[in-house]
């Protein structure tokens, strides 16, 4: 019987074999049935799916620290249920989906335009205002034509190498504000390195968006920076909790969603203070009759006509895109390497042999730096910047595994749970960047993809990894890194996206 012509009547009776064997018992006993009845249970129901019920589900989130713990909720629910449950997450039903051919399975059902998650409170924040959707929020046509026009800069190898130089310009930056930090403490601590590496990233992403300095890296960081980074950090804070919460519940407990908008509207604030300074000055070079050809994002955007919303929309989002991601990653390598300084001297000696001397690595030159590849990828593998994403297919149902999804459900994508599984990668917690390296080891496509998969995936990865990459090369040309304490453990936590629990300060050592 071909399991995608079942009728819903016979789905409901999939999972039921015990009653009717209890019922039928003459028919149970025909030969041939059961395994037919086998055939039929390949295909269940979300009612036949295993979960824990509302009540444990929300204690765990709201009494347990589960909102922080949601990337091993992953591992926990996987080891409970297998490979697929459910759960409510708040008013939300769930489908939790933490094997790699499943995970598979779904994105390539994910059709022509494909939807993160259309019950989100990000969403509701830019109805509420009046703003634009930037390319993170929109849907449909709308998504496909901003993805067409930032595809052309940002997914081009030879477009993305193009900012090499505007942001070594930020590394050159960071390298002289580690020194300045180092320099305060005795024994050259840089206390909170991912602090220092929000800077990085917005200081970073900004000078591709705009080609113009905003002054992160100085010695006195401008206020409206500082403020710009905590709202990143209020409103991913917030956003699992403004969706966790009934909406009823925004009226009672306001405090949450107002504090969620009041992060927003100092976002969009902020992005749009940068771009209408960048525009007046584009407009006043024009006027005094000089060319004016630009080599940034907003300038692209303007280009293609974009509505000024639009582009307030997406380079807000862009700009927020470009801060935690980056930093996330480069403290967790960062964390790492100097927990294994074998393996740090191992990747000093490539980033110096292949440079021969020269002390600014270009993109040429980490396209030649395979272990420094594979120590990002590992770090993404440990600590995924996003360690559940999700889709929803909206027009159809689909088969996932064993079961029946029916259209519009929001199917999370258990990333974390994935990567940290021993089936696919052997001793899963532990930092071993060669497992990368080696071709007979092989892993399944699946298995860690820290930049998403598909049509809708991470549009800034070209532009993240060149960033990442010249970074770390040249931090490890000028310093040796160690922990500030041997034995200081720093673990991830969830706030939205996965963050260190707390501070990572490492010993910057000259060479
Ligand atoms: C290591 C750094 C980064 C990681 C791990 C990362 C990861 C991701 C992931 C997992 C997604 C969702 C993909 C999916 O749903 O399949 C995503 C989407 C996105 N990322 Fe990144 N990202 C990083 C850096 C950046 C940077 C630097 C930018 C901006 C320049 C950026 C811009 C975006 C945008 C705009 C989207 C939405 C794409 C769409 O919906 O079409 N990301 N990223």
Redesign the pocket.
């Known amino acids: 019987m071909p399991g995608t012509m079942l009728m819903p009547q016979t789905l409901k009776l999939v999972g039921r074999a015990s009653l009717l064997s209890k019922c039928f018992p003459e028919i149970w006993a025909e030969p041939g049935f059961k395994s037919q009845m086998r055939v039929i249970k390949t295909h269940k129901t979300l009612e036949d799916m295993p979960g824990p019920s509302t009540l444990s589900f929300f204690t765990d989130l709201f009494c347990r620290r589960g909102l922080a713990r949601l990337h091993e909720l992953q591992v926990e629910g996987k080891a409970k249920y297998g490979p697929v449950w459910k759960a409510s997450f708040g008013p939300i039903l769930t489908v939790h989906v933490a094997e790699p051919s499943l995970i598979e399975q779904v994105l390539r059902q994910e059709g022509k335009h494909p939807i ?1 998650s259309d019950i989100s409170s990000w969403k509701d924040y830019r109805v509420c205002r009046g703003h634009a959707y930037g ?2 929020t929109a849907e449909g046509e709308e ?1 496909q034509k901003i ?1 067409s026009i930032l595809g052309k800069h ?1 997914l081009k190898p030879k477009e993305v190498e193009s900012y090499t130089g505007t942001l070594n310009g930020v590394v050159d930056d960071l390298i002289r504000r580690l020194e300045h930090q180092r320099s305060h403490h005795r024994d050259h601590v840089v206390k909170d390195v991912a602090g220092e590496f929000y800077k990085f990233g917005l200081e970073g ?1 900004s000078s ?1 968006l705009f080609e113009s300095r905003i002054g992160c890296l100085e010695p006195e960081v401008p206020k409206e920076t500082e403020t710009f980074i905590d709202s990143i950090n209020t409103m991913f804070a917030m956003t699992l909790l403004t969706m966790a919460m009934p909406k009823f519940l925004h009226r009672v407990f306001p405090k949450p969603w107002q504090t969620f908008c009041q992060s927003w509207d100092y976002m969009f604030a902020f992005a749009k203070r940068h771009i209408d300074k960048r525009m007046a000055e584009v407009s006043e070079r024009i006027s005094r009759g000089e060319m004016v050809e630009g080599k940034y994002l907003t300038y692209y955007l303007a280009q293609e006509k974009l509505s000024m919303k639009s582009i307030y929309g997406n380079v807000t ?2 700009l927020l ?2 801060v935690d ?2 930093s996330s ?1 480069l403290s967790w390598s960062l964390y790492e390497l100097s927990r294994h300084p074998e393996m740090q001297a191992a990747l000093h000696t490539e980033i110096t042999t292949v440079m021969k001397g020269g002390s600014i690595p270009e993109a040429a030159d980490v396209a030649q730096m395979p272990l420094l590849k594979a120590v990002v990828k590992e770090a ?1 593998r440990l600590y995924p ?2 360690p559940g ?1 999700a889709r929803v297919v909206a027009d159809r149902d689909i088969q996932v595994g064993d079961y029946v999804i029916p259209k519009k459900t929001l199917i999370t994508l258990c990333h974390y749970a994935t990567s940290h599984d021993p089936s696919f990668f052997p001793d899963p917690d532990s930092f071993q960047p060669t497992r990368w390296l080696r071709k007979e080891q092989a892993h399944h496509p699946y298995a860690s993809i ?5 049509k ?6 070209r ?2 990894e060149l960033e ?1 990459y010249l970074a770390l090369a040249r931090i490890l040309l000028h310093f040796e890194v160690k922990p500030e304490k041997e034995g200081d453990v720093v673990r991830p936590m969830t706030r939205t996206l996965l963050v260190p629990e707390k501070d990572i300060n490492l010993q910057f050592v000259r060479r």
């Open positions: 993160r390319l993170l998504w993805r940002m992403i591709v989002e862009l895109a470009g991601t980056i990653t993404l910047v996003i994403n820290p930049f998403g998969f598909g809708r995936s991470c549009i800034g990865r532009i993240a990442v």
